[in-house]
């Protein structure tokens, strides 16, 4: 490789001249991806919608989980778009069992908490519109970016992705919460290697090398690392990997043992892929083929059920987890604001009719999710009532 040392002064300028635009190019991406679409006239606006109240009832001590495999980053499914939408629509009794949840406390004890729904109306089972396409991890071109400096990382939406130990990646969602995808602790029958003792790392500058000296390399990351309190699991998943139902609740929330002192995304009801500025998703996590990298990634939402969205991000192995977020205007603030709208399920390889079919997929947060996942946050529903 040649040295800039030994090109002539106009070649190197050329040379810093291209890197410049290159960055710039990022930044403009990372910037006008999240405002107004070229062309459009208004801003893009939350949509007002109705949250129910998901209420725990009862809790019972259940048997100590055994922790026998380890998590598995990809999915494993025989459903798809079409399969999902022919699914049976559940009963209100139905939906009780899929967001009844377990709860996995530190010190070992697993407890199951039955819950009771109000004001949820079923109508809302009406899927929206969507085409289905085949999908895969990386789409022609690698459009992900490896988010550098300390500027960025240690700064808000990114300082907002967290790495879990158990290999995926997670999105602060509260003074103490974590968002992540349930297979990352639980592979639908029982609770991973590691569950036990999850820890949620958090980059910062590493202050000193391996000697103990101060590091002067300033692009130098390490993980900080908070141990998990409890975790908590919808039984919607809790009934053997990827079924058919199991896949729309792909999510879990984890309260760490201390408060992390950083800002926290909000969490809200996911629009319809339509309303989303330019039909567009974005999320950030830690890719497992760049170790040690916050990756990010942005792209255009494809299909979509009631439950799960379907999207051309390109994304590998340790994204899984990570928190699907858009922004948009919020009329009622007169503010703009950023949301976690889904969390990423993973890279899914579906066999259809014999025929293997991939799909990147993210579980959208719907109107009883949030009401869930806000409780767990909050611990009461009044101040659930906004998604």
Known sequence: MKSFISESP???NRCFTFMASSVQAVLLSLLLVSRITPGSSQKPLWPQQHVPVVWPQQTEELAA???LHPAQLQVMSSCGPECHRQAPTPSYRDLRHFLSYETLHSSGQLTETAVDIYGFDSNAFKTPAGRSRTKRQIFGHDS??????HDFLLNYPFSAAVKLSTGCSGTLVGDR???TAAHCVHDGKNYVKGAQKLRVGFLKAQQKDSLGRNNTNAAKMKFQWIRVKRT???KGWIKGNANDIGMDYDYSL???KKAHKRRHMKLGISPSAKQLPGKRVQFSGFDNDRPGNLVYRFCQAGDETYDLLYQRCDAQPGASGSGVYARMWNRRRRRWERKVIGIFSGHQWVDIGGASQEFNVAVRITPLKYAQICYWIKGNYVDCREG
């Open 177 to 179: 919460h974590v968002l």
């Open 254 to 256: 984890l309260e760490l």
């Open 10 to 12: 106009a070649r190197v």
């Open 144 to 149: 992900r970016f490896s988010i550098v400096g």
């Open 65 to 67: 989980p055994h922790f």
């Open 232 to 234: 908590h699991v919808p």
